[in-house]
């Protein structure tokens, strides 16, 4: 084969290791406790946006390797562990491009008893130390979700009717017809495409309370159920940071989980069961806490300048 050399050089792994090593330290020196989470789990995410890698051992043990330590990570929170950090390797299948990989690099963290502010002000702190810019924490603008979408979309994401939201988002005739009813998919390609692109490129742009039919597993805004208490973090167009005031209501999570998986039926998607682990763990008792994930090689990518997620990478991983 003539394609065995890694993408990248040493230069490239010696800025990638300093870089996890001030993300460890940050952790180390706010009192998180590190914890190991399986790749491997019985139930796979729900969420619409996001295809599982499946994985099969034997006829009737099915497993999907982890979009995301996020369950595994709350049914510690539940039995009463503290303040929580992961950094481990995450799968999502069918993502590839200059910006999405199969298989990368996760941090996750959740902090007992945070608010919105709180848990954004510490993702802005943890994304400035692992660039070593301390200086980018005061260069932040914080916006709702719906203040961009009417400054940069003209299209109010609260009140649109779902047609009009899947007209803004494309002129391709093909395109609105696959996107049909779907609202939440026409708001993330509008938020993608229109929105984004005009964020200030060397700046942070905090975009919070998405609406409550993207909320995920984020709790509602106490103050306005129309939308949740959760966030994303861009670098210019360059989504880094999504993050929640995290659902406690088992009851209402297992509605969520029955919403999506029927979504995803509709769609043609593959079906899934809902994580009754997590829903154990939620019933249980979660206490309240706030959660955010981070892209390594994304914030490697702000670090080094770089277009191209391949360039801040050693090997690409092929699931075809």
């Known amino acids: 084969m003539s394609d065995w050399k890694p993408l990248s050089d040493t230069r490239v792994a010696m800025r990638r290791a300093a870089m996890l090593e001030r993300a460890r330290q940050y952790f180390s020196d706010q009192g998180l406790l590190s914890v190991d989470t399986p790749a491997l789990s019985r139930y796979a995410t729900s969420d619409r946006n996001i295809e599982n890698l499946g994985v099969r051992s034997k006829p009737g043990t099915d497993s999907f390797l982890q979009t995301s330590p996020e369950t595994y990570m709350k049914r510690l929170l539940a039995s009463g562990y503290p303040d929580i950090y992961s950094i481990c390797r995450v799968f999502r299948d069918g993502e590839s491009g200059k910006r999405h990989l199969p298989e990368f690099t996760m941090a996750e963290w959740y902090r007992l008893g945070y608010e919105l502010d709180a848990i954004i002000d510490d993702c802005v702190d943890f994304i400035a130390t692992c660039l070593n810019l301390e200086s980018l924490s005061g260069n932040v603008v914080k916006c709702d979700y719906n203040d961009v979408m009417l400054e940069f979309a003209d299209v109010n994401a609260l009140d649109a009717s779902t047609s009009e939201l899947v007209e803004r988002a494309t002129n391709d005739a093909r395109l609105q017809t696959e996107l049909k009813d779907d609202r939440s998919a026409a708001l993330d390609l509008i938020m993608s495409k229109v929105v984004a692109p005009c964020f200030e490129p060397d700046k942070l742009t905090v ?114």
């Open 207 to 320: 975009v919070q309370h998405y609406p409550a039919g993207q909320a995920a597993l984020a709790r509602l805004c106490p103050g306005d159920h129309r939308v949740a208490d959760r966030f994303e973090v861009f670098c210019g167009d360059l989504e880094l940071a999504n993050g929640y005031v995290e659902l406690t209501d088992s009851g209402e999570q297992r509605r969520r989980f029955e919403e999506d998986i029927a979504m995803r039926e509709q769609s043609g998607q593959s079906s899934l069961l809902a994580d009754e682990s997590l829903l154990a763990a939620l019933q249980a008792g979660l206490p309240e806490c706030a959660g955010v994930s981070v892209g390594l090689e994304r914030l490697h990518m702000v670090l080094d300048q770089a277009e191209d997620i391949g360039d801040v990478i050693t090997f690409m991983t092929r699931t075809s």
